[in-house]
């Protein structure tokens, strides 16, 4: 069974402190690993997809990067409006339903 | 990308009583999937819809309860059976664009 952990479950944040979100991952033979923003109320909304280990993509203030075992969310200088719910899900090669971690919620103050 | 909208976007049910749950893409996928997403927790697959056949159902999850169809590439629609005050929770569609998918807004269920 696929499982994906996130780590921490809160972040608090001052405006302009950097930090990094983690993902862990147990998965046979994985096609993707993906981040969703989630806002309260809102569906999950695209961020990004890594497909194979050392590969990293950007995108404003958030890189995502990939290992063989993990994924980490990078904020860079976060600003209010970055505050949100982070999903982490991963896609197994034998299919394309995406399992979820439980996400972290990072509240970023001005 | 796509852009996926549901309808409704919140309904209050009697327990007992059935809702629909309408999913429409903007341009056709060859996957589409439903979760729910209850109230604090993550998001958690109930089926995918399958174009043209019946949905496959993860387990915990069965078709008397929740039949799905889809009778095209860009619609599909969830049906809550026989609702129950467990059944509260956010119901999410997605559709897939190559390996990616993208989801709807999400519709809040309250049974009462």
């Known amino acids: 069974e696929d499982q994906v952990t996130q780590s921490p479950e809160a972040l608090r944040l001052q405006e302009g402190e950097s930090s990094s979100l983690n993902c862990s991952y147990t998965?046979?033979?994985?096609?993707?690993l993906f981040w969703y923003r989630q806002d309260p109320g809102k569906g999950p909304e695209f961020l990004f997809t890594?497909?194979?280990a050392g590969e990293e993509k950007e995108k404003e203030r958030l890189k995502a990067t990939l290992t063989k075992k993990e994924s980490f969310l990078h904020i860079t200088a976060p600003k209010p409006e970055d505050s949100a719910t982070y999903l982490c899900?991963?896609?197994?090669?034998?299919?394309?339903?995406?399992?979820f971690g439980a996400g972290t919620t990072v509240t970023v103050r001005a | 990308s796509a852009v996926i909208s549901q309808k409704p976007s919140r309904d209050i049910c009697q327990r007992g009583t059935s809702l629909t749950i309408q999913c429409q893409v903007d341009s056709q996928v060859t996957m589409m999937f439903w979760y729910r997403q209850q109230p604090g927790q993550s998001l958690t697959l109930i089926a995918t819809?399958?174009?043209?056949?019946?949905?496959?159902?993860e387990s915990g999850f069965v078709i008397d309860k929740f039949p799905i169809s889809r009778p095209n590439l860009t619609f599909s629609t969830l049906t809550v059976s026989n609702m129950s005050p467990e059944d509260s929770s956010i119901y999410l569609c997605?559709?897939?664009?190559?390996?990616?998918?993208?989801f709807g807004p999400g519709t809040r269920l309250t049974v009462t």
């Open positions: 998965v046979s033979g994985l096609r993707g």
């Open positions: 997605s559709g897939g664009v190559g390996y990616e998918q993208y």
């Open positions: 819809a399958n174009q043209g056949s019946e949905a496959t159902y």
């Open positions: 899900a991963v896609q197994a090669s034998r299919d394309y339903k995406l399992s």
């Open positions: 890594l497909y194979s």
